[in-house]
């Protein structure tokens, strides 16, 4: 398994920034929000600041780091009013008056000028309220690997109408055999429009990647390109470098782990990536905060089979055996039909509760639950494009 790097030390300290205008309105075309970070007064480049695009929540919505020129570049967001805010150590924090997005259209270059307002480092390390605990190396170089790849991973959202996948999928299914039912893994060869069904990207970051169908089915999801390019998902999550020790000097690690207080289920991981083609290669994850979520769905529905199966016993539910980082995955991205990227090949260990019981008449039954895996795999053996329906 591919081995997760640590983040570091905290961020300390913030610094601040004049005030916009009240409103930037769309004056240049472009796909991106740019800017420049500079001194107040002698104008010299502001290089290693946190930039954040915030919504009218104060939610994050994109973030970068300015380089040493002060310059700084964001994807643009939809349309609707943001901030933007700066953070930098030993300077105070500040955020921007209103910047209102109305178009398909970027605002024209911004030249934020910040005033020199130095705070102190002490007083930094008691009020600093940054709850991704990175250091601005860490996240100068987690920003650059995630931008780098960015387009290709969004370019996975947005599949051609019409085209088509043939796909080999392996799961795990139950049957009935000799009184009693048994599960086996059955292959089956199908016609999808995509590789790996996966709920959107606003239902991962408001619900979590797992979910329960028909009040005791579960599924879980896995974090494909249309969840990673997702401002959702830089909103939940924290980013940083990753290293192996085995992986060639060509490739870098893009580590990423759900934010302090994510209480859904969620996903942390690493994204191998090419650097030298800035390409996706391979995802490595595990599913986090697994408990509570068998403990709220899974554990009623197993008392109740329970009790069915010895009605004339107590029954007592003991805490949930559960190792989570059984439970995960791995996706292999590839290019395909020149400009199409896609998942080829997926592995994905789900958890389903099984459980050991004992216990006397007079005393009644302990069950014992314990989580064990159900393993998904699949591949894509063939696109077929809209346009002439050839495979590839």
């Not at 964001?74 to 209103?98: E, K």
């Not at 996240?139 to 088509?164: H, K």
């Amino acid at each position: 398994m591919t081995r997760y790097a640590r983040i570091g030390a905290a961020l300390a300290g913030t610094f601040a920034f004049a005030v916009l205008a009240p409103m930037v309105a769309a004056q240049e075309p472009g796909t991106r929000l740019a800017g420049t970070l500079v001194s107040e007064g002698d104008g010299a480049p502001v290089d290693g600041a946190v930039v954040s695009l915030v919504d009218g929540d104060g939610v994050v919505v994109w973030e970068t780091l300015s380089n040493a020129s002060g310059a700084f570049s964001l994807p643009l967001p939809p349309v609707g009013t943001y901030r933007v805010r700066a953070a930098r150590i030993g300077y105070d924090l500040w955020t921007s008056g209103p910047i209102l997005i109305d178009s398909a259209q970027a605002p024209g270059p911004l030249r934020l000028e910040i005033p020199v307002q130095p705070v102190p480092l002490p007083a930094l390390m008691v009020t600093e309220q940054n709850d991704c605990p990175t250091t601005p190396e860490e996240r100068r170089r987690a920003f650059e690997l995630y931008e780098s790849v960015l387009p290709i991973l969004d370019s996975m959202s947005t599949a051609a109408a019409g085209d088509s996948l043939l796909v080999r999928m392996e799961r795990p299914v139950r049957i009935w055999k000799r009184g009693g039912f048994r599960r086996v893994r059955d292959t089956v060869t199908v016609m999808v429009s995509e590789a790996l069904p996966n709920a959107s990207p606003g239902h991962l970051e408001a619900y979590g990647y797992g979910d329960v169908v028909d009040d005791s089915m579960t599924t879980f999801y896995a974090p494909d390109g249309a969840a990673l390019a997702s401002p959702g998902f830089l909103a939940t999550h924290c980013l940083s470098p990753a290293a192996d020790d085995e992986a060639d000097d060509a490739v870098a690690g893009l580590g990423f782990e759900p934010r302090p207080g994510r209480e859904v289920v969620d996903v942390r991981g690493v994204l191998w990536i090419d650097t030298v083609a800035n390409e996706p290669r391979e995802l490595a994850f595990h599913y986090t905060s697994l408990r509570p979520f068998l403990e709220r769905h899974l554990v009623p529905p197993l008392r109740a089979d329970y009790e069915r199966r010895v009605p004339d016993r107590r029954v007592r539910i003991l805490v949930i055996r559960i190792e989570e980082s059984r439970f995960g995955g791995q996706l292999r991205f590839e290019r395909v039909a020149g400009d199409r990227w896609l998942i080829r090949e997926w592995r994905i260990l789900r958890p389903r509760l099984s459980f050991r019981s004992f216990g006397a008449p007079r005393t009644g039954s302990s069950v014992s639950p314990i989580a064990v895996p159900l393993e998904y795999r699949g591949e894509v053996l063939a696109l077929f494009r809209r346009t002439d329906g050839s495979p590839r």
